[in-house]
């Protein structure tokens, strides 16, 4: 597909843009690879329709952008472990993402972000929330912008990956290697986009380090009220061939739960980031 005929439409006023013109199928060329890569850092997330990709061709792409992560808790598509399966059977009735998060936040590396593919999708449900940290910490007032510059959040996989969940057994595995624990400033600086974005979420961190959890939850809640207001966010409705691709380091996101009965399996890779700052 010709670089010159990607265009990128923004799709919330704070966070996401859907990037059309592409065959993520075929190798990027240097000039398509970096645009998505600044819309990616600018706009937090990413979306794509009609991709039709092979599980080597999904590979392929998220090498684009970083080596990947190898996932240790999900089961992953048959011969490929680069590539983990969010699915829940009709049968299920938990699903994998169901709470707002953002991955790897546990990983004293935290992974850049995850290219997730739509293989089957619900014939309606199933959508992803997302929700832009930039936009939730420039709402922040000053005087809590200061208080929040010299904290630093305490993440870990222990409580999520690493206790018996029987609703969830037949797709977290390994739940001994749930073992990492990671510092990060409760406010970082983004590696690319050199914007600040809050980087507490729910679904990982703890408390403050230096806080007891009891001194910690109050704060953590209100941000966590905050950081989800409509106005940061947007929602995906997923069809067959979509692809969303976010940015950990300043998205959220939320697997919304409500399609029981029916089938739901995505594709998910993961790409390694780097160490964050503040
Ligand atoms: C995830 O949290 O990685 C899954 C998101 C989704 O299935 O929409």
């Not at 398509?32 to 937090?44: E, N």
């Not at 997302?130 to 005087?143: C, E, N, P, V």
């Not at 959890?213 to 929602?235: I, N, W």
């Not at 979509?242 to 940015?247: N, P, Y």
Request: negative net charge; proline residues 5%; charged residues 20%.
């Amino acid at each position: 597909m010709q670089s010159n005929s990607i265009q990128i439409h923004p799709v919330g006023g704070a966070v996401g843009a859907e990037i059309v013109g592409v065959d993520l199928s075929e190798p990027l060329t240097t000039t398509v690879r970096d645009t998505i890569r600044h819309t990616l850092a600018d706009r937090g997330v990413v979306f794509f329709r009609d991709q039709s990709l092979t599980p080597e061709q999904h590979i392929g792409l998220a090498r684009q952008f970083g080596d990947i992560n190898i996932n240790r808790f999900f089961t992953h598509a048959e011969g490929y472990p680069e590539i983990a399966l969010v699915v829940k059977e009709p049968h299920q009735t938990r699903n994998i993402g169901g709470g707002w998060h953002t991955d790897h936040s546990y990983d004293q590396i935290p992974a850049l972000g995850s290219i997730l593919y739509a293989r089957e999708v619900p014939p309606t449900g199933g959508d992803t929330l997302f929700s832009g940290m930039y936009a939730a910490y420039d709402a922040l007032s000053d005087g809590l912008k200061r208080t929040l510059s010299s904290l630093r959040g305490v993440h870990s996989s222990r409580h999520v990956f690493g206790v018996a969940r029987p609703d969830m057994q037949d797709r977290y595995r390994n739940p001994e290697a749930a073992v990492q624990d990671a510092v990060h400033p409760a406010v970082i600086t983004h590696p690319e986009s050199g914007r600040k974005a809050l980087y507490v979420n729910p679904g990982f961190t703890l408390r403050f380090d230096g806080w007891t959890s009891e001194e910690s939850r109050p704060l953590l809640d209100y941000l966590y009220r905050h950081a989800v207001k409509p106005e940061f966010g947007c929602r995906f409705v997923w069809r067959n061939g979509s692809i969303a691709f976010w940015d950990n380091r300043s998205t959220w996101h939320y697997a919304v739960n409500d399609y029981q009965g029916e089938r739901r399996l995505m594709h998910r890779i993961t790409v390694e980031g780097c160490e964050l700052a503040g």
